[in-house]
């Protein structure tokens, strides 16, 4: 079974952090040179999109679909799903929380000619989006409290592209002290966390030197 990754997609990201987590066998490759253009790689991604996990019946995209097929699929691995029902709900609330309100609005100012106004809109509903999080996270070290989750996987990447992107327009977009401040710091105490945010500083500072 294989990923096609890229370093610094925190969508990619977040699949690679399961994959660690939970001591996968799984082989991480990056698409082709010409992904973006290429008819092959849009037949197993219609999207277009990274990752895309391999599997020997078929290739599987959405990076959320693709978390919780490999808690199903590998069933004996570390589970990193809640026990409790309503904790399992909040998880993937979380990640959606992450794919519907973070991600859309930073694709919006990475974009080199948005005009001023929708920049001003996208910083806004970022701003909102990142409020809503202090009501959604533990306070804890992890999303849901003592331990790993999907919440975890898919939010402390998105966090990482949040900070990148705050350097890039210049605006603080996190407020100091708060709940998901003290997150976005205390979730890379993890291994598997610090080793994608990790992956995904070296690809940036990669992307960097040849941009």
Known sequence: MDLISLPVSPF???VRIAIYAKGLPIDLIPPPADWRESRGFRDLSPTGRVPVLLDAR????ESAVVLEYLEERFP????????????RAMARLIVRHVDLYLMPPMVVLAEPRTDAARSRRAVEEL?????MLDGLLS???????ERL??????????LFALQVTA??????????????DGYARSSRSDPHVARVIAEMEEGLRHLVRVG
């Not at 004996?76 to 026990?83: G, I, K, N, R």
């Not at 306070?139 to 409290?145: I, K």
């Not at 350097?167 to 998901?180: F, H, K, Y």
């Open 12 to 14: 990619a990201a977040r």
């Open 127 to 131: 701003v909102d989006a990142v409020t």
């Open 139 to 145: 306070g804890e070290r992890y999303a849901l409290g």
């Open 149 to 158: 989750t999907i919440a975890d996987c898919a939010l402390a990447p998105a």
């Open 58 to 61: 078929g290739p599987i995209w």
């Open 76 to 87: 004996d691995a570390p589970s990193l799903m809640p026990v409790d029902v309503f904790d």
């Open 167 to 180: 350097e890039r327009i210049g605006m603080d977009l996190v407020e100091p002290a708060s709940v998901t």
